[in-house]
């Protein structure tokens, strides 16, 4: 059947006028209602009131405009089973529904918003006429997106109307549309305290994600994947990078996860950065006065590791830093930005991936966490505090940290919150020169980092995520050549281990601050 009547009430304008327009010129009637059948007036676009159509008015200050029986007959109707209740009503079949919401999530995250202006924002005409059009889609097309407008006039241009197939795709848009907008008042409702503030933790918690693409598979091979984006994902995420890659393979299960960890990781420095990471711990870590140098001095504090590994870094990809990434097998690189001599460097590479995020969020972007354990989710903040701890911290021990000391700990320190605990970095400047990670004990910990060194490791400084429970991790450091610590403190022998330090003739600063990543 043909699209005869439409019915049109959006919040979100875009493309609105044009698309009207051209249903218009189809000979589609367009029915509207308030400040939406305003601008298709205003565009000189023949529209019959919702108002007119129904034979009641708008009343309370719009509260209630298309809530009537004709409106949601019309979306309903199948068809001759219901031809006569249709006539009863004096109403016509609607084929055509486009409606998006009031913005109910952007007035609630506003912090200028009162409650009372959050709760009028809660629509209620939309939603039931997206959900009867939905339920109908066996007749009648729903649109809640503008990004679709395109795509039914395409439809209509090719058949005269809208197929099976995008109605009932549409129909699952808008439920899952639908569900989103109740997941998000509940949410904000659940999260309201008496006095008016706001928990961060809301008592009912319903995160809409949608598909973006199946995985060839998940962590392993006999485990099947996919990767679903965050509804609202903020720009410079991982959700919203673009890929840029040169063919070969699409990114794995594995992929993804290494290549966050390497992305959280270099958000960490201001100065060109580059982050080369292996198993979701950061093998090597570099900042410098170029890009290229970055990405040389991270690659080489651990290079047999580097083989393979994926690579984030914090400066558009130049030239010649395209060239230095080419000598190395790498799985993926992630970037603000690839200038174009770069692509063609890189994509010469085959099966390598590239992923520009454009926009970059800082080290202390605010955003929940989430752990799937049995039954159930753990939530918690993001972990965005790390720059200036050591500066910030107490020294403990009878030396204090030199100033090119203090410089080492401060950008091992940034780089420790990202290892996997137990964690331990080395660092010289501002590069790693060994990280042990993920150990059971950590003096054991302190020794693999030791051993990735080597002879490096003299004259090096070293961050510990979380305190010294014993003295054995400070004594191993200083064997090495280490000559100063970072660590928050907190545990019970910390006047032991202070002692150490002090008879090694280590400096140690304590931040107060425990960052371990499980």
Known sequence: MPVRTALLSVSDKTGLVPFARALADRGVTLLSSGGTARSLADAGIPVETVENYTGSPEVMDGRVKTLHPRVHGGILSRGERDRGD??????????LVVVNLYPFERVAQSSGSSHEEIVENIDIGGPSMVRSAAKNHARVTIVCDPQDYERILAELAAHGDVSQ?????????????????????SGYLSSRQADGSREPFPRYLTLPYERAYSLRYGENPHQKGAFYVERGAAAGSLARAESLGAGGKELSFNNLVDVEAALDAVREFDAPAAVVVKHTNPCGVAEADSLVAAYREAREADAVSAFGGIVALNRPVDADTAAALAETFLECIVAPSFEPRALEVLRAKKNLRLLATGAWLGADHEALQYKRVGGGLVVQSRDASAKGEVE?????????????????????????????????????GTRTVGVGAGQMSRVISVQIACEKAGDGARGTVLSSDAFFPFPDGVEAAAKAGITAIAQPGGSVKDPDVIAAADALGLAMVFTGVRHFRH
């Open 165 to 185: 197939a995008v109605r009932s795709e549409l129909a699952a848009k808008a439920f899952a549309h639908t569900a989103a907008y109740d997941a998000a008042i």
């Open 392 to 428: 910030n911290g107490k020294v403990v021990s009878r030396r204090a940290p030199t100033a090119e000391e203090l410089r080492g700990l401060s950008f091992g320190w940034r780089v420790c919150k990202h290892v996997k605990s137990n964690a331990i970095v080395l660092t010289r």
């Open 86 to 95: 249709l006539e009863r009503l004096g109403a016509r079949e609607i084929d």
